[in-house]
């Protein structure tokens, strides 16, 4: 950080960097030193056909996402019973903040280096009715070789399951990107037992979202939640 002699001081992230100055290791070691668990890089290509109101003036300039997760707390989803609680919906907020803060400084590196970067909000709903972000995040997490579509519809990862929370970054940067994992659930079944609203289904295709949302609207009407949350398939999705 340069002060200057008016006491004010100039953020040296926001000042213009030589492009050659960043690259994919810088990225993650700062994803790391912010909280990110895992940091991969997608090839947008088909995925964009679901991207949901977004300018396509600008998406079609953004060829790679960079994708993160930040790993859910077991000690905190020891804590669930027969839905979500206070301490686990404290904790959602805590991990979407902590996404969503890592996504900006990303993005601010990369733009200093005189590129795009696009963050999408971890968690934001952009449409009530089709309960639609931006992206999926979990499509790009896919993509980028994060994890897999487990039974439970979550991105599975070989560390921790799907006990990780995901947000992108939307980029002109070029950076490697990584290939799909060819793993899948295998004979696991432990999601399907604890849904409380009969939801997952052999096939992740098969996921029932509409049982999942009634059941999750029910549950944010519980007192001091508010939200459409639950975490039990997530619970039970330890590696
Ligand atoms: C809206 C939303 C919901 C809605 C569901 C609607 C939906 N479409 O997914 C509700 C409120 C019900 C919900 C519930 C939950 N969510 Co949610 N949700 C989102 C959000 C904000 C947007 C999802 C979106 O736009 N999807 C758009 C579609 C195109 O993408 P997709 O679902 O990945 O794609 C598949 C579907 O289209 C599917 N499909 C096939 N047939 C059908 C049929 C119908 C009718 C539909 C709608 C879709 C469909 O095929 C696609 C490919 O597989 C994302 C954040 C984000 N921006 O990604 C978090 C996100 C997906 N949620 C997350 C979580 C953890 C949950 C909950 C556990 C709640 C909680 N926190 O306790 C449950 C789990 C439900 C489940 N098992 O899938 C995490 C998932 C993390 C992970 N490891 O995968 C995300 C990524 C948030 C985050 N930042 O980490 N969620
Ligand atoms: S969030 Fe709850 S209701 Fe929805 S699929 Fe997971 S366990 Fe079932
Ligand atoms: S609990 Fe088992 S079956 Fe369910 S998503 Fe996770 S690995 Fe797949």
């Not at 997760?69 to 805590?94: C, D, I, M, W």
């Amino acid at each position: 950080m340069l002060m200057n002699h008016d006491n004010t001081f100039n953020n040296n992230s926001h000042n213009k960097v030589p492009p050659e100055e960043i690259d994919f290791n810088l990225l993650q070691k700062t994803a790391r030193e912010n909280g990110i668990d895992l940091f991969g890089v997608a090839e947008v290509g088909e995925e964009r056909k679901n991207f949901y109101l977004l300018p396509e003036g600008l998406t079609l300039k953004l060829p790679w996402a960079v994708v993160m997760a930040a790993r859910v707390s077991p000690t905190v989803l020891g804590t669930l019973k027969e839905g979500p609680n206070h301490l686990y919906f404290h904790h959602y907020r805590q991990l979407n903040f902590l996404l969503d803060r890592a996504a900006l400084l990303i993005a601010a590196k990369i733009e200093a280096a005189g590129y795009l970067a696009l963050p999408v909000a971890a968690s934001q709903i952009i449409d009530w009715e089709r309960q639609r972000g931006h992206v999926s995040h979990r499509q790009l997490a896919q993509k980028a070789g994060l994890g897999w579509r487990g039974r439970n519809n979550l991105l599975v990862t070989s560390q921790w399951g799907a006990q990780v929370r995901l947000v992108s970054i939307l980029t002109n940067f070029p950076l490697k990107p990584g290939r799909p994992l060819n793993l899948d659930c295998g004979t696991c079944r432990r999601c399907m037992a604890v849904c409380p609203a009969g939801a997952i289904k052999e096939e992740a295709a098969a996921f029932d979202y509409l049982a999942c949302y009634q059941k999750l609207k029910e549950f944010s009407k519980q007192k001091g939640i508010g939200q459409q949350i639950c975490g039990l398939c997530v619970k039970a999705c330890a590696k």
